[in-house]
């Protein structure tokens, strides 16, 4: 069993920052890539940034510039610091992360149950 564990969601003003925080526990061998994908009602769920076990990241291009994102690979934990936030940032944010458990050969992909991010004066 794998878990993904996020926290630090909440309402903020434009302009506001917050961090967001994923850790991941249970049956872990090894963790390869870690990300942060977002959500709103009627649309796809979205890739908001992602970081590999070497700590090269990618951003959406909507997000780069004001977020970073970060991980401690000793706590299994992936962060996301988003600054200067808009209202068009207000979404469900979902951590995700490739993950090989103790007891397989090979690595899947587990999702956190989602932190909503609402952004509003």
């Known amino acids: 069993q794998v878990q993904l564990v996020e926290s630090g969601g909440g309402l903020v003003q434009p302009g506001g920052s917050l961090r967001l925080s994923c850790a991941a526990s249970?049956?872990?061998?090894?963790?390869?890539?870690m990300g942060w994908h977002r959500q709103t009602p009627g649309k796809q769920r979205e890739l908001v940034a992602v970081?590999?076990?070497?700590?090269?990241?990618r951003y959406a291009d909507s997000v780069s510039g004001r977020f970073t994102i970060s991980r401690e690979n000793a706590k299994n934990t992936v962060y996301l610091q988003m600054n200067s936030l808009k209202p068009e940032d207000t979404a469900v944010y979902y951590c995700?992360?490739?993950?090989?458990?103790?007891?397989?050969?090979?690595?899947?992909?587990?999702w956190g149950q989602g932190t909503q991010v609402t952004v509003s004066s």
């Open positions: 249970g049956n872990i061998f090894s963790i390869d890539v």
């Open positions: 995700n992360a490739n993950v090989r458990p103790n007891y397989s050969n090979s690595y899947g992909t587990y």
């Open positions: 970081i590999s076990s070497g700590a090269s990241t």
